[in-house]
């Protein structure tokens, strides 16, 4: 089946520092990508909708120019984290779906640490 | 994007059958339902989709009435294994369109 990988699957970083998270769709190419966040006990939050070639759609409360989203092939897209501080620590999952399937597919996510 | 509601949390034990409902009350006619299963600090992973009436495959069968207000995923025979946050949704099958996540469904399976 399709396969979404993330790179790196877990990262500690110092307050202040940015952090890229990249998202891979290995077998299939995807024009959109999906980026979620998830906090212990909870459930996923949609962030943003990483397009090919153009710019991203953030939701309602997501800073675009904290989380810089880059989607520069039609199987990469990159988070990076801003200048990061404690509240960002988190479990970041990106998803996408093949034009040719319904499901849609998830990355095993990211655990980033700020410290 | 229909909203969904599902109870909280559900505990079985092996060799059970488990059904776990949720209801969608405002599904659009474009909609599908989807069920995604997540253990802890992974991606979610994708169970089974259907429209209507019923699906079934090699992991679990998908219920669901004429009216497409409610759904209900059939787990047959759960093992330990099994124990894991399962989520209902909704949302049509267009490739830019983003699945939005409710509080899902834990289950427990005991030995």
């Known amino acids: 089946g399709a396969v979404v990988s993330q790179h790196p699957s877990r990262v500690i970083c110092k307050s202040g520092t940015s952090v890229k998270i990249e998202c891979r769709s290995l077998?299939?190419?995807?024009?959109?990508m999906f980026w979620y966040r998830q906090f212990p006990k909870q459930s996923l939050m949609l962030m943003a909708t990483?397009?090919?070639?153009?710019?991203?759609?953030?939701e309602q409360g997501v800073e675009k120019d904290k989380f810089l989203i880059n989607h520069a092939s039609l199987t990469l897209s990159t988070l990076t984290v801003t200048s990061a501080h404690p509240e960002d620590s988190s479990f970041y999952i990106c998803?996408?779906?093949?034009?040719?399937?319904?499901?849609?597919?998830f990355g095993p996510g990211t655990r980033l640490t700020v410290l | 994007l229909a909203k969904t509601t599902q109870p909280v949390s559900m505990d079985s034990y092996e060799g059970q059958e488990v059904n776990i409902t949720c209801s969608h009350n405002n599904i659009a006619t474009n909609d599908y339902i989807t069920w995604y299963q997540q253990f802890p600090s992974q991606g979610p992973r994708f169970i089974i989709q259907g429209y209507k009436t019923k699906v079934t495959n090699e992991v679990a069968s998908l219920f669901i009435p004429a009216d497409r207000k409610s759904s209900t995923l059939s787990l047959p025979r759960v093992s330990l294994s099994d124990t894991a946050v399962y989520y209902c949704l909704v949302g049509d099958n267009q490739a830019g369109t983003a699945l939005i996540f409710g509080k899902g469904t834990t289950l427990s399976v005991s030995s």
């Open positions: 998803s996408a779906r093949a034009n040719s399937r319904n499901e849609q597919f």
């Open positions: 990483s397009n090919e070639g153009s710019k991203a759609t953030y």
């Open positions: 077998d299939f190419q995807a024009t959109t």
